[in-house]
C-alpha cells in the first residue's frame, strides 16, 4: 500500500507558476505508475499527467501540454507537477495518483489504485 499527500497548491496570478509535489509513504514507490488529475468546480475529475515507474515515459492532456511537466524522484518517494503558463481555466483540486499498472502511462481514473487527498489551485485573471 501506499499513501499520497499532496501539496504546493494555492493562489495564483494567470501566467504564473506553481509545483505541486505528492509525497509518497511505503517503501515500494517506485513500482507505481503515477498520475496526475485534476477536477475543477462542477465537473468530472480529469487527466492531467501520467509517468511511468522509471520516468522516462510521460504523457500530457493535450491542455496542458507544453505548460506542464510531471517528474518523480524515486530515492525522494515523491511525484512533481510543473505548472507554468497558468491560465484561469487551470482552476481546480488536483490530485496525485499511484496505479500498480507501472508501465504505461494509464489516463482512466478507474485504473488508479491509490488518491491523495487534493491541493487547491486558484489561477487569478
Known amino acids: 500500500q501506499v499513501q499520497l499527500v499532496e501539496s504546493g497548491g494555492g493562489l495564483v496570478q494567470a501566467g504564473g507558476s506553481l509545483r505541486l509535489s505528492c509525497a509518497a509513504s511505503?517503501?515500494?514507490?517506485?513500482?507505481?505508475?503515477m498520475g496526475w488529475f485534476r477536477q475543477p468546480p462542477g465537473k468530472e475529475r480529469e487527466f492531467v499527467a501520467g509517468i511511468n515507474w522509471s520516468g522516462d515515459k510521460t504523457y500530457y492532456a493535450d491542455s496542458v501540454k507544453g505548460r506542464f511537466t510531471i517528474s518523480r524522484d524515486n530515492a525522494k518517494k515523491t511525484a512533481y507537477l510543473e505548472m507554468n503558463s497558468l491560465k484561469p481555466e487551470d482552476m481546480a483540486v488536483y490530485y496525485c495518483?499511484?496505479?500498480?499498472?507501472?508501465?504505461?502511462?494509464?489516463?482512466?481514473?478507474?485504473?488508479?489504485?491509490?488518491w491523495g487527498q487534493g491541493t487547491q489551485v486558484t489561477v487569478s485573471s
Open positions: 495518483a499511484a496505479s500498480y499498472i507501472n508501465s504505461d502511462i494509464l489516463i482512466s481514473v478507474a485504473r488508479y489504485d491509490y
Open positions: 511505503g517503501r515500494t514507490f517506485r513500482t507505481y505508475g
